[in-house]
């Protein structure tokens, strides 16, 4: 297969601009959650698998792209309130960052490490959008809100998640943007500025999701719950990432 073709599957796979509208395209597209969990999960190993089983020099357009890519999700984030197109869009601003260290010629089990990582918490804001659709019918922001009164224990799994996904503190992708804007590109001021707003972005578009879905009255109708098992389920999977992102800021070795 020609390095042309490998790259062009790459940047579908470690979505860029404008390629990286066919992944939005197929979780759009993807009829049920659990296959939407593993398009989602899969996706960026596909693309990391690609690149690093195959030896091309990266084009000097790629890294600019990548971060225009992860700015414009970003962005784009802002304004949406489906909460499975919401998780695409900041699954794309992500991966698409991975290229920066790609670029570094990391060792292939830290960019597996971070892959998954990076993911495990939109694959659990998959499966809430779910279950938002399941109790309300549909999962779209500032639709029924006050879901921390009328559904609390799915309420805080769902703001746990979300905090994990957009890089908070003592989660992998804060100690992956640490990295990348204190290690890896320190004296490129562009790239700096770049990552500082998608980061900046992300909590801005997280806070708004958070609010939409979580604040206001509890809602007339009797509504379940989520279960405590899988609340401890949802724990123990958190828990474990707050650990490996530990792990990554050299807190545990």
């Not at 693309?47 to 999700?73: K, M, R």
């Not at 401890?232 to 999977?237: I, P, S, T």
């Amino acid at each position: 297969m020609s390095e042309t073709i490998l790259l062009l599957l790459a940047v579908i796979f470690l979505p860029v601009f404008p390629l990286s509208m066919v992944f939005n395209a197929v979780l759009d597209k993807t009829p049920h959650c659990w296959m939407k969990v593993i398009v989602i999960i899969v996706w960026p190993l596909v693309g990391l698998y690609i690149v690093l089983n195959n030896q091309f020099e990266l084009p000097d357009w790629l890294i600019p792209l990548a971060l225009f890519t992860s700015v414009l999700y970003a962005l784009r984030m802002l304004s949406l309130r489906e909460v499975n197109q919401w998780t695409g869009f900041l699954a794309t601003s992500t991966w698409t960052l991975l290229w920066l260290v790609v670029e570094q010629n990391s060792v292939s089990t830290q960019l597996y490490g971070y892959a998954i990582s990076m993911t495990i918490p939109l694959a659990i804001l998959i499966i809430l959008s779910k279950g938002l659709e399941d109790r309300f019918g549909a999962a779209y922001t500032e639709l029924y809100g006050g879901l921390a009164r009328t559904v609390p224990r799915f309420a805080g799994i769902l703001v746990v998640a979300a905090v994990a996904a957009v890089a908070t503190p003592l989660f992998p992708t804060f100690f992956f943007m640490f990295d990348l804007v204190v290690k890896t590109v320190p004296f490129n001021l562009y790239a700096t500025a770049a990552l500082l707003l998608t980061w900046l972005l992300w909590s801005w578009a997280g806070a708004r999701l958070i609010q939409g879905l979580i604040v206001g009255r509890a809602s007339k109708v009797k509504i379940v719950d989520m279960e405590m098992y899988s609340v401890f389920l949802y724990g123990m999977v958190i828990f474990a990432l707050m650990f490996y992102g530990l792990h990554l800021g050299g807190v545990i070795l």
